[in-house]
């Protein structure tokens, strides 16, 4: 699992939230005192407002998106009405809801940029990268200097591009933002000057790659610059990584020095970025990929050649069956049906920077985002929530686990009596763990699910369509949760 940084510096520079170092959806407070002060007809509604932020405060998202919608149908002037709900809307996987909740609030000049930071989320989440830049470009055009703030907006709904340097030239002039900014602006320089492209190798559609487990890890057949074929991970966790073996080996040079976060306690740490000239996956072939390189030789197994997300599968239909030892890659509007044979349980999905939230219900108390992990070994629950949700851990019976992340170690702890609801399928778990999950999304995330319980499923993730299908193996026992 790997995530960008969590300082408020990589904040800004990726656009979570513009002044507050907040993902969007979680900060319900109003404007800053400096803003125009509302009017009498602008006044909140203080005791059902205070209801329906008390359910979210419960982690009872479900009920608090159904009072703030009430609310507004009885208040739709109002603005702190429209902002509650929508962060509701946001937390309850119905992004494109809840863009129409925040819409009216671009016409109010005290709301506007905390509206479209939100609403930019909102069609990220929902797979809409398109209607993200459209609304950008028509709401706060950066020739404008009253929208010069929206430069980390800009940097995270355009890859790369013109527009992506003019954002970053911004940033790179901020104190606060500079130095990231000047690297970022040196590698989006060296892209832009060699573009990606993907064509296809061999046989046309499906392209199928092998997988096999690689110390324990499972681990997908490329070719790397024509020259290698190699095995990388299959992680919808991470961005694509390499080992830096491998790097020295195809005698690539870095292009920029960047800050990158995974899970671990060492936190941010400096990662080298390169251009590999071409990878290959079953005879889909991308050029001039961008990726980042871990300074440790000793965080990569020398047979593994480093990791490799969805960012570059974001566009295809891709079926993961470990069992089977197949990736198959298909193209857009594939139904999952047809590969997979059979219907299948689906799921809808929400995006934070190519990485895949889907629900999952929890102590049957509600549905909450997590974070869809092929590369993490366990299953676990965010901490923090997990007290409030009733699945606390247990602190004198068990002791803690010690594993290994991007970041470095990290301890999970074991709860007790753990419910979940996954794909249709209960789960009814004597022992589960508990640790930190970074919260670094553009909405709170409750929970990793990790292979320990994928590993039961063939699975189709479906990435224009923003849904991802499961279907269990029938042919072999199943697996269950560790220490379930």
């Given at each position: 699992?790997?995530?960008?940084?969590?300082?408020?510096?990589l904040?800004?520079?990726?656009?979570?939230?513009l002044s507050?170092?907040?993902?969007?959806?979680?900060?319900?407070?109003?404007?800053?005192?400096?803003?125009?002060r509302p009017?009498?007809?602008e006044?909140?509604i203080?005791l059902?407002q205070?209801e329906v932020e008390r359910?979210?405060?419960?982690?009872r998202?479900?009920r608090?998106?159904?009072a703030?919608?009430e609310l507004l149908?009885?208040?739709p002037?109002?603005p702190?009405?429209?902002?509650l709900?929508?962060?509701?809307?946001?937390?309850?996987?119905r992004?494109?809801?809840?863009?129409?909740?925040?819409?009216?609030?671009?016409?109010n000049?005290?709301?506007r940029?905390?509206?479209?930071?939100?609403?930019v989320?909102?069609?990220?989440?929902?797979g809409?990268?398109?209607?993200?830049?459209?609304?950008?470009?028509r709401h706060?055009?950066?020739?404008?200097?009253?929208f010069?703030?929206a430069?980390?907006?800009?940097?995270?709904?355009?890859p790369n591009?013109?527009r992506?340097?003019?954002?970053?030239e911004?940033?790179?002039?901020?104190p606060?933002?500079a130095?990231?900014?000047?690297?970022?602006?040196?590698a989006?320089?060296?892209?832009?000057?060699?573009?990606a492209?993907v064509?296809?190798t061999g046989?046309?559609f499906?392209?199928r790659?092998k997988?096999?487990e690689?110390?324990?890890?499972?681990?997908?057949r490329?070719?790397l610059d024509?020259s290698?074929?190699a095995?990388v991970?299959?992680?919808?966790g991470a961005?694509?990584?390499l080992?830096?073996?491998i790097?020295r080996k195809?005698d690539?040079?870095p292009v920029?020095?960047i800050l990158?976060q995974g899970l671990?306690y060492?936190?941010?740490?400096?990662?080298?970025?390169?251009?590999?000239s071409k990878l290959?996956?079953?005879?889909?072939?991308?050029s001039?990929?961008?990726?980042?390189?871990?300074r440790?030789?000793?965080e990569?197994?020398?047979n593994?050649?480093g990791?490799?997300g969805?960012e570059l599968l974001r566009?295809?239909?891709?079926?993961?069956?470990?069992r089977?030892?197949v990736?198959?890659i298909?193209?857009?509007g594939?139904?999952?049906?047809?590969?997979?044979?059979?219907?299948?349980v689906?799921?809808?999905?929400?995006?934070?920077?190519n990485?895949p939230?889907?629900?999952?219900?929890?102590q049957d108390?509600?549905?909450?985002?997590?974070l869809f992990?092929t590369?993490?070994a366990?299953?676990?629950?965010d901490?923090e929530?997990?007290?409030?949700?009733g699945?606390?851990?247990?602190?004198?019976?068990?002791?803690?686990?010690?594993?290994?992340?991007?970041?470095?170690?990290?301890?999970?702890?074991?709860?007790?009596?753990?419910?979940?609801r996954?794909?249709?399928?209960?789960?009814?778990?004597?022992?589960?763990?508990?640790?930190e999950v970074?919260?670094?999304?553009?909405?709170?995330?409750y929970a990793?699910?990790?292979?320990d319980l994928?590993?039961r499923?063939r699975?189709?993730i479906?990435?224009?369509?923003?849904e991802i299908?499961?279907?269990?193996y029938?042919w072999?026992a199943?697996?269950t949760?560790?220490?379930?």
């Amino acid at each position: 699992m790997i995530w960008t940084a969590a300082t408020c510096l990589l904040l800004a520079l990726e656009g979570i939230a513009l002044s507050s170092g907040k993902p969007p959806e979680a900060s319900l407070a109003p404007p800053p005192p400096d803003a125009p002060r509302p009017s009498a007809a602008e006044q909140p509604i203080l005791l059902p407002q205070m209801e329906v932020e008390r359910l979210l405060w419960q982690e009872r998202p479900s009920r608090a998106t159904d009072a703030a919608l009430e609310l507004l149908a009885a208040y739709p002037d109002r603005p702190e009405v429209r902002n509650l709900a929508g962060a509701c809307l946001l937390r309850t996987f119905r992004p494109l809801e809840a863009v129409e909740a925040w819409r009216p609030l671009l016409e109010n000049r005290r709301w506007r940029m905390r509206a479209l930071e939100r609403m930019v989320a909102s069609y990220l989440a929902a797979g809409r990268d398109d209607e993200a830049a459209s609304l950008l470009l028509r709401h706060a055009p950066l020739e404008r200097e009253a929208f010069r703030q929206a430069a980390g907006l800009y940097v995270r709904v355009f890859p790369n591009g013109p527009r992506r340097i003019a954002a970053l030239e911004i940033l790179a002039r901020r104190p606060d933002t500079a130095r990231q900014a000047e690297e970022e602006l040196r590698a989006s320089r060296h892209f832009m000057g060699y573009p990606a492209s993907v064509r296809s190798t061999g046989q046309g559609f499906p392209h199928r790659a092998k997988i096999r487990e690689v110390y324990r890890e499972p681990s997908v057949r490329v070719r790397l610059d024509d020259s290698r074929k190699a095995w990388v991970a299959f992680d919808t966790g991470a961005g694509f990584l390499l080992n830096r073996d491998i790097v020295r080996k195809l005698d690539l040079e870095p292009v920029a020095t960047i800050l990158k976060q995974g899970l671990g306690y060492k936190g941010p740490a400096e990662r080298d970025v390169y251009s590999l000239s071409k990878l290959d996956i079953g005879g889909l072939a991308f050029s001039n990929v961008r990726t980042v390189v871990n300074r440790r030789d000793s965080e990569f197994r020398s047979n593994k050649a480093g990791y490799m997300g969805l960012e570059l599968l974001r566009r295809y239909v891709v079926l993961y069956d470990r069992r089977g030892g197949v990736l198959e890659i298909w193209p857009e509007g594939t139904p999952a049906a047809d590969i997979l044979g059979e219907p299948g349980v689906a799921m809808p999905v929400m995006w934070s920077r190519n990485r895949p939230l889907v629900p999952l219900r929890i102590q049957d108390r509600d549905s909450y985002p997590a974070l869809f992990d092929t590369g993490a070994a366990l299953t676990f629950l965010d901490q923090e929530k997990a007290d409030v949700i009733g699945a606390r851990a247990n602190l004198g019976k068990y002791r803690n686990r010690i594993v290994e992340g991007f970041s470095g170690a990290f301890s999970l702890r074991v709860a007790e009596q753990v419910d979940l609801r996954f794909a249709g399928e209960e789960f009814n778990l004597r022992r589960l763990h508990v640790g930190e999950v970074p919260q670094v999304f553009d909405m709170p995330v409750y929970a990793v699910i990790g292979r320990d319980l994928l590993n039961r499923y063939r699975i189709v993730i479906d990435g224009p369509g923003s849904e991802i299908t499961v279907a269990p193996y029938s042919w072999a026992a199943p697996e269950t949760p560790a220490g379930s």
